[in-house]
């Protein structure tokens, strides 16, 4: 036996070396797969109408237009970059100081949104307020809407940003009510106040995610929204829930499993007004519900069993129809950039068809789509640490100056006597 391992002995060290190196290449091989770094780098993919307002927009944000340049080693993973949004929201975020303002709505409820007045000047002189609505059980006080004031009010811009109702943690509901994916009332009730409160104030409308979808949906719902609104911006909303539905529920992208983080989250907004939801005062809500809230694991379980019964909706399916701004959006006649990203792991590539379609069809319509971003990421960076600012938190501010510039000038093009001559040559 001693010399038999003798004799097999001067082989094992090679056979392990060659063990070591097929395990670190099987390393190498994962985590260039997982953070896709054989991707290439691109400009976005822009669709729209080749009018003169989009020639013009397309010209003065140049950003657009360039390479979207994430960090190296981690920003072409769309999981990378959704995960870091997800759990730190941005680096570095300022703290914006702004007031806190409470709406008293029909049915009892309160709604809230916290106001920050400008830094300076805006480019134009004008007085330019941004009305945002946050993503999904989001409020004014998350690190990505924090950064994205801070740098919208250096640029001149009063910003009002809603809190989604039952989202901040210290405020207490006072009906039993919610926020859902396409009520526009807290929405509404804010820019109802903005334009009271500041009657030369003209509006640029951002929404994020969820958000985006309100907001589309408010100025689509009734023209009338659409008043002193000098351009509206959507950023990774996925614009139909029902179309999403069945996407949610598919393993592509581990999409099951955002599907299941995005629901415990909800459970745990749900349950903190448990006292205000299933209460004497809740007409609409039992027990039973509340038990089938502890056993769901999808948001559309969530969906079906609660949210849809705050505004009576007889089905899942009618709740979808009824709130998504894909029934509402061909409405919206102000300037609209809509934003996505091809590896956004929560919003389907075939939910994409309904902006490229849009933007096709309508001439006020630019539709975005970047190669990397994840949902809500768009961060910058060398190699490794990202930038406080992101590509996104730019693309907005950005395409606002260059509608409020094209604005300004249409008083100069209106006393000329060939107007659309004078658009074309912008």
């Known amino acids: 036996i001693s010399s038999l391992l003798m004799t097999v002995s001067p082989d094992m060290p090679a056979m392990f070396d060659g063990m070591k190196l097929a395990a670190v290449a099987t390393v190498l091989y994962i985590i260039v797969r997982c953070l896709n ?104 006080e998350k690190h990505y809407i924090r950064t994205f004031v801070g740098y919208s009010q250096k640029q001149g811009y009063r910003c009002a940003v809603l809190n989604h109702l039952g989202a901040l943690p210290n405020i207490e509901l006072t009906s039993p009510r919610m926020f859902t994916y396409g009520c526009t009332w807290e929405f509404s009730a804010m820019v109802s106040y903005i334009k009271r409160a500041f009657p030369q104030t003209r509006l640029i409308v951002v929404g994020f995610s969820l958000g985006g979808n309100i907001v589309c949906k408010f100025l689509g719902e009734n023209q009338a929204n659409q008043e002193k609104v000098l351009c509206c911006v959507s950023v990774c909303q996925g614009y139909s829930a029902l179309r999403a539905q069945e996407t949610f529920l598919q393993w592509d992208r581990c999409r099951r499993l955002y599907n299941f983080l995005m629901a415990d989250n909800m459970k745990k907004i749900i349950l903190s007004h448990r006292g205000s939801l299933f209460g004497t005062r809740s007409r609409k809500m039992e027990i039973m519900d509340l038990s089938r809230l502890y056993t769901a694991t999808s948001l559309m379980q969530i969906d079906d069993n609660i949210m849809r019964k705050f505004h009576g909706h007889d089905s899942l399916k ?92 249409q008083p100069q093009c209106h006393q000329a006597t060939d107007c659309t001559e004078l658009k074309g040559k912008a």
């Open 37 to 140: 770094l054989k991707s290439p780098t691109a400009a976005p993919e822009i669709t729209c109408q080749d009018t003169a307002l989009n020639r013009y927009l397309l010209k003065s944000c140049s950003i657009l237009t360039k390479e979207y340049i994430p960090p190296l080693l981690w920003g072409k993973s769309g999981h990378f970059q959704t995960a870091l949004y997800g759990k730190m929201g941005r680096v570095s975020s300022p703290h914006p100081c702004g007031m806190r303002l409470y709406l008293p709505m029909q049915d009892g409820a309160t709604a809230t949104f916290d106001l920050f007045e400008p830094l300076g000047d805006h480019l134009t002189g004008d007085d330019i307020t941004m009305v945002i609505c946050p993503g999904i059980g989001n409020h004014s």
């Open 318 to 409: 009618e709740y979808y129809e009824k709130e998504s701004c894909v029934h509402y959006i061909h409405n919206v006649n102000v300037p609209l950039l809509l934003v996505n990203s091809s590896d956004d792991p929560l919003v389907h590539e075939s939910l994409l068809t309904i902006p490229r379609t849009l933007a096709e069809k309508k001439e006020n319509v630019i539709f975005v789509l970047t190669l990397h971003g994840g949902h809500l990421g768009f961060f910058e960076g060398a190699v490794l640490f990202p930038q406080p600012l992101t590509w996104m938190d730019k693309v907005i501010v950005s395409y606002a100056n260059a509608i409020c510039q094209w604005q300004k000038q």
